[in-house]
């Protein structure tokens, strides 16, 4: 179930609660939780759409009861969903990142690894990957994937994988390993590895795009705080810097409390 940015951080206010669709049939249930970029949502109800009101919009985010009618003017022929959406906390993964492992965990994170590789037709794949994203921290999956010859969407798969164990984390452009990843790479090594010191700020939204967030790490802007050092004004002059990812930005801002520099 695809969310826009906006209506993510307006359910993670509390301020839209839900959501129509028009499906064939109920693709989610109640129950259902999804990981999205701000954290986890919770479906808490599903049920055939009635007549729909500006109050049922305003609380589906929309602009207007007419804007919302006409988002759903597609595919007459299905039946129109109403669906209750909640937040329902960070993603667990986050807190699992920052959990540097024992001696034991570590120990159980390798024979987890060890399953993996077993039941790969690649072969060995963990420690590669883990190796090449520790290196190679920021780069496009496709350049990683080209390097040690596989397929993007293959290798991208597996990289979820290890974000699932909270090895990993993703990153606007490419990935990034996590301080329990580090933990696993290092007790592997004669020595731990020296790497650059890990941004302290709040990470550029992944919604930005490819293009605006590499325009942004051209001028040394990798966080959100850094981005508050231009005005509007600069940032849209920057090439590759679209009005929509002007848009994610302003609401990245927003439920951060910053604002752009004064013009």
């Not at 179930?1 to 301020?15: D, S």
């Not at 009005?243 to 604002?259: K, T, Y």
């Amino acid at each position: 179930m695809m969310i826009r940015p906006a209506e993510l951080a307006a359910i993670k206010a509390g301020t839209v609660d839900l959501a129509f669709r028009r499906w064939a049939r109920p693709r989610v249930v109640v129950g259902t939780r999804m990981r999205t970029a701000v954290g986890l949502l919770e479906v808490t109800s599903v049920e055939r759409a009635g007549r729909i009101t500006a109050e049922d919009a305003r609380r589906a985010g929309a602009p207007s009861l007419k804007a919302l009618k006409e988002a759903l003017a597609a595919r007459p022929q299905d039946p129109v969903w109403r669906i209750g959406l909640a937040y329902a906390g960070p993603d667990p993964r986050e807190a699992l990142r920052n959990e540097v492992p024992d001696a034991a965990a570590i120990a159980e994170i390798d024979a987890r690894l060890a399953r993996l590789d077993r039941a790969s037709a690649y072969g060995a794949w963990t420690r590669e990957t883990l190796d090449l994203i520790d290196l190679n921290a920021g780069v496009r999956a496709p350049d990683l994937a080209a390097q040690v010859g596989r397929e993007t969407a293959d290798f991208k798969k597996d990289v979820r994988k290890l974000k699932e164990l909270g090895l990993t984390e993703s990153l606007a452009i490419g990935y990034l390993l996590s301080p329990r990843g580090e933990a696993v790479v290092d007790a592997g090594l004669p020595a731990p590895r020296v790497r650059a010191p890990r941004s302290s700020g709040t990470a550029l939204p992944r919604s930005i795009g490819a293009p605006a967030t590499g325009a942004l790490r051209n001028v040394g802007i990798t966080t959100l705080e850094q981005v508050t050092t231009l005005t509007e004004a600069e940032l849209i002059a920057l090439h590759g810097v679209g009005p929509v990812a002007v848009d994610r930005l302003r609401e990245a801002f927003a439920e951060q409390g910053l604002e752009f520099k004064a013009g």
